[in-house]
């Protein structure tokens, strides 16, 4: 192949690929000790930052555009006038290696539109991660993304040469994804999450026992789901997170808001706003939920359906529930300090450390890195001062915002408006 074409498919293929989000290395742990390329222990992926602050990358690319299906949502859907590329299965591995090599990325991303069918696209991908890890000794990290309907066989094999496996669900709901893609069926989407699952907890078992047992997907698996394309509500989309993570073991569900790209009337307007604020307030209940103790029923619900734009959830939560507070920052029990504004975990082990040496104060927790402009008017300390001082919630809600910066300022007055 000559150079001009490779790198048409590259652009083509790389292009394709930015809309999926689902591209953290989180958790895996593949250590290279075989004198092979590459290591994926502790790194994060696609430009993401590790926690000592360092950018990593990979190559993120499709398979090919070409796609049986004709999801409205979808770029490379069947009906859509765009150029058309497949990379063959040594080009991906060619230019994976090439690119390491180069020092430009540590892993390799890999999805792709359905071809043929669900198996044979299936096939291709592992393929690509077997001639990686077994032809060329590669041990950076690989992320494939699994297709809905593959069998089996193939899940299994595709969790033995990567570090993680995705199965994007696409739409949060049944009914919005019969409305938007209605050639597909959900439960393909739950089948491979089914088996990787499985795989997972008896590999885990089986090397507890043998030592030689290979590791299965040691990242584990994760999904994604597009906002705002098919009017789901955001405590439908979170009951549907909290699905997954409960009942698939998924180690991250990620929100991709949706980016207006059809002139099909079923979907948002083309110019209309990508709901950026509303994706994130959808990151931080996520992380709620999965690290500091929140049910889903608590920050949504029948009666609280969508999440405030203009405050984050857990301080959405304090306000509404003002009867918790205040809290007796020397007193209380991990729960309820992980319950308080502009309290992160870090600070709340901290308060629990220092507390047991003496009684907190207003000095101690600005040292401490509490945020006080959230937090004081929902806690008590050492001290005859409490800034509460009978407040109402809206009152408190304003203060905090008088204080307040935020990047998504900007687009707040737009987002609300999908809310009317």
Not at 224 to 240: K, V
């Amino acid at each position: 192949m000559s150079f001009q074409r490779a790198q048409e498919k590259l652009k083509i293929l790389a292009d394709a690929a930015k809309y999926d989000v689902s591209c953290s290395s989180s958790g895996s742990n593949r250590s290279n000790t075989t004198k092979g390329l590459g290591d994926a222990t502790g790194m994060g992926i696609c430009h993401s930052y590790t926690e000592d602050g360092r950018c990593v990358s990979l190559l993120k690319i499709l398979l090919t555009n070409y796609c049986i299906f004709d999801c409205a949502y979808c770029v490379t859907r069947k009906s859509n006038d765009i150029k058309r590329a497949a990379f063959k299965v040594q080009e991906v591995v060619d230019l994976t290696i090439n690119f390491y090599r180069r020092n430009y990325i540590e892993g390799l991303f890999l999805s792709s539109g359905i071809f043929k069918n669900a198996d044979y696209t299936m096939e291709r991908l592992v393929a690509v991660a077997k001639k990686l890890r077994l032809e060329e000794n590669f041990n950076g990290y690989i992320h494939l993304k699994s297709i809905p309907g593959a069998s089996d066989e193939l899940m299994r094999e595709a969790g033995l040469y990567a570090d993680r496996l995705s199965v994007n669900i696409e739409i949060p709901t049944e009914s919005g994804l019969k409305k938007l893609a209605p050639d597909k069926k959900r439960e393909d989407f739950i089948k491979p999450m089914v088996k990787v699952k499985n795989e997972i907890i008896q590999y885990k078992a089986e090397k507890k026992i043998i030592k030689s047992t290979p590791k299965y997907a040691p990242a584990g698996q994760s999904t994604q789901m597009i906002i705002g394309a098919s009017g789901e509500n955001d405590f439908q989309i979170m009951q549907t997170s909290n699905h997954f993570y409960k009942n698939y073991n998924l180690k991250r569900v990620y929100y991709s808001g949706y980016v207006p790209i059809s002139y099909d009337d079923r979907l948002p307007k083309i110019g209309s706003d990508v709901p950026m604020l509303r994706e994130n307030r959808l990151y931080q209940t996520d992380w709620l939920m999965r690290f500091y103790g929140f049910d889903v029923s608590e920050l949504l619900n029948e009666q609280h359906q969508h999440l405030d734009l203009d405050v984050d959830p857990k301080l959405g939560w304090a306000l509404r529930n003002l009867h918790e507070f205040p809290v007796d920052i020397n007193t209380a029990d991990k729960r309820m300090l992980a319950r308080i504004p502009g309290l992160g975990m870090k600070s709340v082990h901290k308060i629990i450390n220092a507390r047991r040496f003496r009684r907190l104060n207003w000095e101690h927790l600005k040292k401490i890195g509490v945020s006080l402009n959230r937090a004081q008017y929902f806690i008590i300390c050492d001290s005859n001062q409490f800034e509460k001082r009978d407040l109402t919630s809206e009152k408190i809600k304003g203060l905090i915002l008088q204080n307040s910066t935020s990047k998504y300022r900007k687009s707040l007055s737009n987002q609300l408006s999908l809310f009317g």
